[in-house]
């Protein structure tokens, strides 16, 4: 089953607009911990924010903020005031495990286009 | 600090050829991981260790083993190489488990 899902393939925003990417998860752990990540064309990982299960407030990180939704078992990415420079692939990913074998698992990515 | 180094950039391989893709941190990170991208999606666990001497499976181990002997190095090898394992292959580190992961560059591998 999948563990991550991000439902939308694709994106499109004008620039300087905000933008929502979304990401639902599941696991029954009740430690955990959500990320999200940014590709570029050029392929690298970027990490851009994290969020714990048991962070109280939503994470943020300059432009970057998480909407934690944890009875939903959702975490979306908010980027404000898109930019040309965040045309990419943004993928939510999880830590989840027993605290000594946690494991990193990926969703399937979205693909962001900042219009201009 | 060089971060996470992986070679070589790219391979290309016959199918039943066996090979290792090399990892190496020099961060101090006990946590290290190998994915997959295959093209248009995410990425895949492989296999993860969380430290020297400890290792585990992640979503696609089969065809791959690994190794943990130093914190620095966690190595991947491809037993014997079939077309279905081209890919490009991600290695990273993390300093703990709710830490950030850093990545390498990344292994372009293909199989003919």
């Known amino acids: 089953a999948q563990k991550i899902t991000q439902t939308q393939p694709g994106m499109f925003v004008q620039e300087k607009e905000a933008v929502t990417l979304d990401c639902t998860y599941d696991t029954s752990d009740p430690s955990y911990g959500l990320f999200w990540y940014k590709q570029p064309s050029s392929g690298e990982m970027i990490f851009l924010i994290y969020q714990g299960s048991y962070d109280q407030q939503n994470a943020t990180e300059g432009r970057y903020s998480l909407n934690f939704q944890k009875a939903r078992k959702s975490a979306n990415l908010v980027i404000s005031a898109s930019q040309l420079g965040d045309s990419a692939m943004y993928f939510c990913?999880?830590?989840?495990?027993?605290?000594?074998?946690?494991?990193?698992?990926f969703g399937p990515g979205t693909s962001l286009s900042v219009i201009p | 600090n060089a971060g996470v180094t992986q070679t070589p950039k790219f391979q290309v391989l016959k199918t039943g050829q066996s090979m290792t893709l090399q990892c190496a941190q020099d961060?101090?990170?006990?946590?290290m991981s190998w994915y997959r991208q295959d093209p248009g999606m995410g990425l895949r666990l492989i296999h993860y260790s969380v430290g020297a001497g400890i290792t585990d499976q992640g979503e696609v181990p089969n065809g791959y083993n690994v190794s943990r002997s130093t914190t620095e190095d966690f190595p991947l090898r491809l037993l014997s190489a079939a077309p279905s394992q081209t890919s490009v292959y991600f290695c990273?580190?993390?300093?703990?488990?709710?830490?950030?992961?850093?990545f390498g560059p990344g292994t372009r591998l293909t199989v003919t």
């Open positions: 990273a580190s993390s300093e703990g488990l709710a830490g950030k992961q850093y």
């Open positions: 961060m101090n990170h006990e946590y």
């Open positions: 990913a999880m830590r989840e495990g027993d605290g000594s074998y946690d494991k990193v698992i």
